[in-house]
């Protein structure tokens, strides 16, 4: 019997499951934590906690991730280069190094400024030991990729780090958003580096022989070998594997999907048993890409969402991730007596560090080497958690002065604070990890508020019930193209439980399916307020890993046919070559065929086997003063395809 083995490398769990394709069912499940300072150790322990015991049984092991999400959203990425050929930009990229060189295409693709291979290689010289990676942009490289692959091939010969081009990722116009992407692109193949030769390690130490795969933020999958070079297209692979894994789990084909993790809840809808993309390209960090990406809401609360007392004294949860206490006090014990019994300041002011915060060391930064005051820091936190007035104290410092901050922002220490599940294990529904350690901060949180214990843990859970209806509203409404005002009274009713005319209007009156490791104990109570139907499939938390088991193959192709500038011929453009026809039915044809065959190709090296190729034509025309005139005719070619192993069976 092949079984498929998907796993899911989150911000908190790597998920791992067995799935038998031919009877659509789950075998087996198991959670461990990641291990971001080594990721192949959360992996070996899901792996081990899964059983596996018949390695050759497995025909294709898949990956869904959000570790890339999480290096853009962090921006924890590596150093880029940025080279813009033909344009200069006022506005932010997010590139360690900027630099315009020669080079120009007009809108056609025709070459108007040719590059300099000498200054293109003193420019990326200069960069030696600064960057891991470079990013081209070129003004039109959709239209002729010419100049952009020339000047890639000077980079590799100067430097040797990763270069990536921006019509390789995307063939629509949009030169910000392009280069974007590109910078972007090249700046998590370290992180998805990791993460596959982490892969590949454990594959290869449990005898594995089954070839590699990751999912797309689509919701389809790819090669490993491919993800390297479009690290881009992993980003939100998470959410769009929970999709598809809560497709597979519920059988619904129409709801409103949302995967409650450790760090974000993300919201998608589901319309006729396919997942909606995004029309422009998915937004993430703030950075607006030309990803094709499943339309996902991403709102920070989750399971490890940190509560804070905010400066007018009022309770916030999220949208920051920390280290749950409970957890915390499992890595070290003596934790949660440290916090009963570290005197807290009485003229302390919350600012930025919480009187509950605790922090752990994670690893040395990457890029520099830590001052004296950071090693001493470090070295204090070698056994384990502290609270933040035990370092303070024997920092001989105020606490707002130790500048944790940067550190947790450089990956070097982890913020630890009360969460939504440090409540669960103050109630008792909830009794995995360190209790005492939850109660201690729960603790120093109530008698900020004045409060009891009791109280103060219903204060925070209503907080939290409160801010998920919120997300299910405001994602509700962005889908159904009906953004609501959450100060609006009608609003504020339907926040309440009054479902009146606002439950149809956003279509919350379809079932929310929830899933993730946290949906069973926060969900159900939310959906009722909200008057919809919860529901919770069985290995519903560990949909993410189900939806990289079950996945497909897909891949698109495009082509553009415009008249060339004088309308004497047809320029057909794409991201393979731009070559000229007299006529219009001839170009267009020409650009069909070899746009399948392209779509093909492109399945074939993601690693799909025997596809279907679907091939839409989209003809642009403009109607003026009776006349009628050609402006465009675009056309997509789409393949999907099953897993090679799928086809040998």
């Known amino acids: 019997m092949a079984m498929i083995l998907g796993m899911d490398t989150g911000g908190t769990y790597t998920d791992s499951v067995l799935v038998d394709p031919a009877a659509r069912r789950v075998l087996h499940q198991a959670k461990a934590f990641t291990t971001r300072q080594d990721l192949l150790c959360g992996m070996e322990e899901s792996l081990t906690r899964l059983g596996l ?3 050759d049984a497995l025909a294709l092991v898949c990956l869904s991730t959000t570790l890339a999400t999480n290096a853009v959203v962090e921006g924890q990425g590596g150093r880029v280069g940025a080279l813009l ?23 056609k693709g025709r070459v108007v400024e040719d590059i300099s291979e000498a200054e293109t290689a003193e420019a990326v010289a200069a960069w030696a030991g600064q960057v891991d990676a470079v990013a081209i942009s070129g003004f039109a ?10 000047v890639q091939a000077i980079v590799r010969r100067v430097l040797n780090v990763p270069v990536v081009c921006g019509h390789e990722l995307s063939s629509a116009l949009g030169l910000h958003e392009r280069t974007v992407t590109a910078i972007l692109n090249a700046a998590l193949i370290p992180s998805i580096c990791e993460l596959l030769d982490a892969a590949e390690r454990l594959l290869d130490r449990h005898r594995i022989r089954a070839p590699l795969m990751l999912v797309k933020g689509d919701g389809s999958l790819m090669h490993a070998a491919l993800a390297r070079e479009k690290p881009i297209e992993t980003v939100l692979s998470g959410p769009a594997a929970s999709i598809v894994g ?20 993300d919201f998608a809808q589901l319309t006729r048993g396919k997942t909606v993309l995004c029309a422009q390209g998915a937004q993430i960090g703030g950075w607006h890409t030309q990803l094709r990406a499943a339309e996902i809401a991403t709102f920070g609360i989750g399971g490890d969402s940190g509560f804070r007392l905010q400066a007018d004294g009022t309770l916030a949860v999220g949208p920051q991730r ?10 070290r014990p003596a934790l949660a007596e440290e916090l009963r019994t570290t005197p807290i300041p009485d003229h302390y002011t919350v600012l930025e560090e919480q009187p509950f915060g605790c922090y752990r060391f994670l690893r040395p930064p990457r890029h520099r080497d830590l001052t004296a005051h950071e090693q001493k820091l470090c070295n204090l936190l070698s056994d384990g958690p502290h609270t933040l007035f035990y370092l303070a104290e024997r920092m001989q410092t105020d606490p707002e002065q130790l500048g944790l901050s940067a550190l947790v922002r450089a990956g070097v220490l982890q913020r630890c604070g009360l969460t939504p599940t440090d409540l669960l294990h103050i109630r008792g529904g909830m009794a995995r990890w360190d209790t005492a350690a939850a109660r201690a901060g729960g603790q120093i949180l109530a008698d900020h508020l004045g409060l009891s214990l009791e109280d103060c843990t219903e204060q925070a859970i209503a907080a939290v019930h409160t801010r998920l209806r919120e997300c299910c509203i405001q994602a509700a409404a962005s889908f159904a193209g009906a953004p609501l005002d959450l100060a609006d009274p009608a609003v504020q009713l339907f926040l309440g439980g009054d479902c009146g005319a606002v439950h149809t209007q956003i279509g919350l009156n379809r079932p929310v399916v929830a899933l993730g490791a946290p949906a069973r104990a926060w969900l159900p109570a939310v959906c009722r307020k909200l008057g919809t139907q919860a529901i919770i499939p069985a290995h519903a938390e560990v949909a993410s890993a189900v939806g990289a088991a079950v996945g497909q193959v897909m891949a698109t192709a495009e082509a553009l046919v415009r008249p060339d500038r004088y309308h004497t011929g047809y320029l057909v453009h794409t991201s393979w070559e731009s070559p000229w026809f007299a006529r219009r039915d001839t170009a267009e044809d020409w650009a069909k065929r070899t746009a399948q065959e392209q779509a093909r190709l492109l399945a074939e090296r993601a690693g799909g086997g025997a596809c279907t190729v679907q091939c839409t034509v989209q003809p642009t025309q403009s109607h003026f003063a009776g006349e009628t005139q050609f402006i465009q005719t675009k056309i997509t070619a789409t393949a999907v395809a099953s897993p090679q192993w799928a086809e040998k069976e």
Request: net charge positive; aromatic share 4%.
């Open 53 to 55: 015991d018949a390695p």
């Open 85 to 107: 050929l033909g344009y200069d930009t006022s506005k932010p990229l997010p590139a360690a190094h900027v630099r315009r060189i020669p080079g120009k295409l007009d809108i």
């Open 141 to 150: 490289s959709v239209r002729n990729p010419v100049q952009e692959k020339r």
């Open 246 to 265: 809560g497709l597979f789990l519920a059988g619904q084909t129409d709801a409103l999907v949302v995967d409650m993790g450790g760090t974000t809840s």
């Open 322 to 331: 920390v280290l749950p206490l409970c957890v915390a006090g499992h890595y």
